[in-house]
């Protein structure tokens, strides 16, 4: 008796042990279908995400009068980013305030677009500031500014960010 | 045994695979997009960046001449990072399709490398390990480096699957150490030994892979599972004495240690140790009475008492398993209910709960949720959460479908308002146009004649061309007192003033021709930059107009279409939600169900017990009892055998010296006789 049992249990905790067989078995081809069937739906809708996109863009930047800052990294930022202010010429048009997720997208080399708008064609004025703790942790702060020439297409700036010590704080790139 | 491997196998492979993130550093340095798309992807926010990088590539391949675009240099690196992001995306099907155009694309080895092995990836995800096979082996030339031990790590699973562990030995032998990979090739090294039927070779290697350094957490839970699945291997090889010793050594705070202790407890009493058994299964049972290996304990603990003959206390401890089965069907029987009663999507969907990294556990604290400790396991295992995450990528989608549908309302309004504000400007606007446009053509016409003139003059020079307006006045005058003098003789005074005039009149116009003609070409140079100017503000105006009357035109049918198109995605997704979400609830209550029944057999179990113990309990006190009495009996048996003995002792003395008295009487009577 004392064996059978102690056999019985074995099977059981070994059962447990190698993992869950349930009701998802009996569903297989269900969650397959399903799945194909999500996947379609994704499909779709990004087709109309990026087709609402260009519209959007078409309706409401316009691209002789389109304006866009991108913010980037040079490296790896060498210093933490807190806060960045944009402004053209003399007004502020954004401020934002970074995520710690928004900061380590930034150092593995993704490009954030901080601000699309209007401007009318001819010469203006970009000034960025940021605020942020250096690497040993004092206040790094800085500003700059760029001129910048609108002409009829859409006018793309990258202002790239640097640590002390990496070069230049504040880099601008017309694309 | 073999499909005990596999699934070990296909756990582990899956951790240390998820282990991976985006590497889709692509360079940056020339594409913004790009770029934007991979911060999203950065962010785990996979839907933006599939979005954003599919409208750059669309536009890419919608341009004449597409090698003058910015992407151009990094098309292969884009194409590849969009069947990333889709994979990541559970796209499998579109990743899948664009991974195979990578690889069958003009693409360096290393980038074609690394898109076999996410391809790869993806068939062992989706369960085709032979087709995961066929990708992984046509790998051939520059491996990218930082993804080598990966790429060998895969190629190590996708044969053992495929029931090729030999192979599988050999990489896995060479990944040992590996930073990332060395723990996960160190125990499935071992389990492909087993698979070999190497027994000894394989629990060696588990035991090595069990003591392996390392402090993160990811060390000590395979630490852990590799001594749990030597302890286990050795109790089912009928060696408890050494599986003790394993299982001991998983940690009692990790996520092995309930069923570590369990099996530690069964190898005490296959070594007739019931009492050292109660050590760990004592804890055990006071831990979370949902875990499996704890309900299955309030059974153990009883057995091993009544295996110690302590009986009472083993009916006891029955008892209490009893009440424990029985709370815990009601509160399956209410979890059930609550599913049915969409309460657990509905728990599911809210955005708070999945802030924190145990939410699943926290889904129970809600009012009416299932006890999710239940559903643990279920949730843990891959189909439940790939239709966790459609379900919720569809209430994201749902979402998103919702704010762009009052966006497109607001842009038809919009473009209605533009157009009532521009429609009845331009006319007006359009007639003023085409005076100054016809002026303007006008005076562009006649200084393309004058640089004809000029650019003649260059072959064939005429100088009275150049003449100023002086000149042709006095050249006038003269030409009238020419034709007045015209009758006098050349000899006439009055007739050689007026040749001279002439005289010097051409003189002049003769003379400084080469200047005036170079002036001319000066001025021309200065008429062309304000005709410039000019053309810039007309074409500015013809941009403005232009873009006065885009602003409003063309968007109806786009807006309409596009506004159908968002309401049969959400038609669509609403239905798929219903079906997603029913499949979920199913799911759960099957799983529920499943942990009712075994429950249910245990309590049938500890029933039986339970009598049996009270059985031989009573039966014990039964004996005792009979055992006592007898003593008892005996006792007093005894006792009055003694009171009887001592009291014909007692008598026989008295006789005894009663007839010693008689005789010394009877010897006095003779004396005196």
Do not use: C
């Amino acid at each position: 008796m004392n064996r059978i049992l102690l056999v019985f249990v074995l099977i059981v905790s070994m059962s447990l042990f190698v993992g869950r067989v349930s009701a998802q078995e009996v569903s297989k081809a269900q969650i397959k279908g399903l799945d194909e069937q999500v996947q379609e739906i994704k499909k779709d809708v990004l087709g109309i995400s990026s087709e609402l996109a260009l519209l959007e863009e078409k309706l409401l930047y316009p691209s002789n009068t389109q304006i866009s800052v991108f913010v980037s990294f040079a490296d790896k930022g060498g210093f933490r980013l807190d806060a960045m202010d944009i402004k053209l010429d003399g007004q502020e048009v954004t401020h934002h305030v970074y995520t710690a997720n928004e900061l380590e997208a930034l150092r593995n080399g993704g490009v954030q677009r901080i601000y699309t708008g209007n401007i009318r064609t001819g010469d203006h004025k970009i000034e960025v500031s940021f605020l942020g703790k250096s690497l040993i942790g004092g206040v790094y702060q800085k500003t700059a500014s760029y001129k910048i020439s609108k002409g009829v297409k859409p006018k793309l700036v990258e202002v790239k960010v640097a640590g002390q010590g990496f070069g230049d704080a504040i880099e601008f790139k017309e694309r | 045994m073999q499909r005990l491997a596999f699934l070990l196998i296909s756990a582990a492979s899956l951790a240390a695979l998820s282990f991976h993130t985006i590497d889709a550093e692509a360079s940056t340095e020339t594409d913004l997009y790009f770029g934007e798309a991979i911060f999203y992807a950065n962010q785990g926010e996979y839907f933006d960046a599939i979005s954003r990088l599919d409208t750059e590539l669309g536009q890419y391949y919608g341009l004449d001449d597409p090698g003058l675009d910015s992407l151009h240099l990094l098309i292969g690196n884009a194409q590849f990072s969009v069947g990333d992001f889709e994979l990541y995306y559970r796209m499998h099907q579109r990743a899948g399709r664009a991974i195979k155009s990578v690889i069958e694309g003009n693409v360096k080895p290393a980038v074609r490398n690394k898109a076999i092995y996410r391809l790869a990836k993806i068939l062992l995800q989706k369960n085709q390990p032979v087709n995961a096979l066929h990708a992984i082996e046509k790998i051939e030339g520059e491996l990218p480096d930082e993804i080598l031990d990966d790429i060998a790590y895969i190629k190590a699973v996708i044969f053992m699957v495929n029931g090729r562990p030999t192979d599988a030995i050999e990489i896995l032998s060479g990944l040992q150490s590996s930073d990332t990979h060395g723990g996960y090739a160190a125990y499935n090294l071992g389990i492909a030994l087993l698979q070999l039927n190497k027994d000894a070779e394989g629990i060696a290697q588990l035991a090595k892979a069990g003591t392996s350094s390392g402090s993160d957490e990811g060390a000590k839970s395979i630490r852990d599972k590799s001594n749990l699945a030597l302890g286990y291997k050795l109790l089912e090889s009928g060696d408890p004495e050494l599986a003790k010793k394993y299982l001991y050594r998983v940690r009692l705070d990790g996520a092995f240690s309930n069923r570590a202790l369990l099996g530690a407890g069964w190898a005490e009493i296959a070594l007739d140790r019931y009492d050292r058994a109660l050590v760990p299964w004592t804890m055990l049972s006071k831990r979370n009475v949902t875990d499996r290996a704890v309900q299955e304990v309030k059974l153990g603990v009883p057995f091993a008492y009544g295996k110690l003959r302590l009986h009472g206390k083993s009916a006891i401890l029955y008892g209490k398993a009893l009440e424990s089965y029985d709370t815990e069907l009601t509160k399956l029987d209410g979890s059930i209910k609550s599913i049915h009663d969409g309460k657990f999507l509905q728990a599911l969907a809210r955005e708070e709960l999945k802030l924190d990294s145990n939410w699943v556990i926290k889904l129970r604290d809600l009012p009416e949720a299932p006890e999710t400790h239940y559903l643990m396991h279920l949730m843990a295992s891959h189909d439940f959460q790939e239709s966790l995450q459609n379900y919720f990528d569809l209430e994201e989608m749902r979402k998103r479908l919702l704010a762009w549908e009052r966006n497109i309302n607001a842009y038809q309004e919009l473009v209605n308002i533009r157009r009532e504000y521009y429609k009845p400007l331009l006319p007006v606007v359009e007639k003023q146009f085409q005076l100054l446009d016809s002026r303007m053509r006008l005076r562009i016409e006649q200084r393309d004649n004058l640089e004809n003139k000029l650019q003649s003059m260059l072959i064939a020079p005429r100088p009275q061309f150049l003449a100023t307006v002086s000149e042709r006045i006095y050249g006038d005058h003269v030409t009238k007192l020419e034709k007045r003098v015209k009758h006098l003789s050349k000899d006439n005074e009055q007739r050689q003033r007026v040749d001279r005039l002439r005289g010097v009149l051409n003189w002049k116009i003769f003379t400084q021709y080469h200047d005036r003609l170079t002036q001319a070409f000066k001025r021309l140079r200065e008429l062309d930059g304000v005709v410039a100017d000019l053309k810039e503000i007309y074409r500015s105006f013809v941009r403005t107009r232009q873009a006065a009357t885009q602003s409003y035109e063309g968007y109806d049918a786009t807006l309409n279409t596009l506004n159908i198109k968002v309401l049969e995605a959400q038609e669509r997704i609403k239905n798929a939600m219903l079906a997603q979400g029913h499949m979920l609830e199913s799911m759960a209550v099957n799983e529920l169900d499943i942990r009712r029944k075994r429950i249910e057999g245990d309590q049938v179990k500890a029933r039986f017990a339970l009598a049996e113990s009270y059985d031989r309990a009573q039966k014990k006190q039964i004996d005792d009892e009979f055992k006592a009495a007898v003593e008892e009996s005996v006792e007093r048996a005894r006792k009055a055998a003694e009171q009887a003995a001592k009291e014909l002792e007692e008598t026989a003395l008295k006789e005894a010296a009663k007839e010693k008295s008689g005789k010394q009487e009877a010897t006095r009577e003779e004396v005196k006789k």
